[in-house]
């Protein structure tokens, strides 16, 4: 039995970053669930979005006069023009893709293929956003007040035929990118098991 009382030696500095070097290494093992987490929600959220407009919105504004589609459409079109959703809009790619680019990174080749195949699903949903919604979006704001147009039946059919279909495409799109983000998921809870 030693009576030394002396306290340990600290460790050298090379060996504090040696020792912190598996931590952070480990950081961003930790990130590659709750970020999978997120993306499925973010996904989720932008399914339902486009879900709702198939199911209700569009079917709802479709029982309406001419005057009441064409307005009610430019005030969806302002009023979605928010921080929340973009947030969400920008979170469903981002986040995807941080967390497939983790879980390759963390050699969990499964779930980093389904977040990618997820991403991509994604990125297509955003393309028809881009080349086919938001011009019949802002071709409808560009029609002007609704009290001043004189041809709402015109407006409203070179908009509503269109536009619902490419809805239910961005529908198919998200819905299918959230069930490979929930697959990404089930696999990657299996490999930290």
């Known amino acids: 039995m030693s009576l030394d009382r002396t306290a340990p030696a600290a460790p050298a ?7 912190a070097a598996p931590a952070r290494a480990a950081a961003p093992g930790r990130a590659a669930g709750p970020l999978l987490a997120v993306a499925t929600v973010a996904m989720g959220l932008m399914a339902g979005l486009f879900f709702a407009f198939d199911v209700s919105v569009m079917p709802g504004l479709a029982r309406g006069d001419d005057r009441t589609y064409v ?5 969806i079109n302002k009023a979605i023009e928010n921080g929340v ?3 969400v809009f920008v979170a469903a790619l981002a986040v995807t893709g941080a967390a497939a680019f983790v879980q390759y990174r963390g050699g969990r080749r499964g779930p980093a293929l389904w977040a990618a195949a997820a991403t991509v699903l994604y990125l297509v949903a955003l393309v028809v956003t881009m080349a086919v919604n938001i011009p019949l979006n802002n ?3 560009q029609a002007g007040d609704p009290a001043s147009i004189q041809d709402l039946g015109a407006v409203r059919d070179r908009f509503e035929s269109t536009w619902v ?3 239910v495409v961005r529908t198919l799109l998200c819905t299918a990118g959230l069930a490979a983000l929930v697959r990404a998921l089930f696999l990657h809870a299996r490999a930290v098991r």
Do not use: K, V
Request: proline share 0%; net charge negative.
């Open 71 to 75: 307005t009610a459409m430019q005030n």
């Open 85 to 87: 959703f973009g947030l």
């Open 165 to 167: 279909t490419a809805n």
């Open 139 to 141: 071709e409808l704001a």
């Open 13 to 19: 500095a090379s060996d504090t970053s040696a020792a």
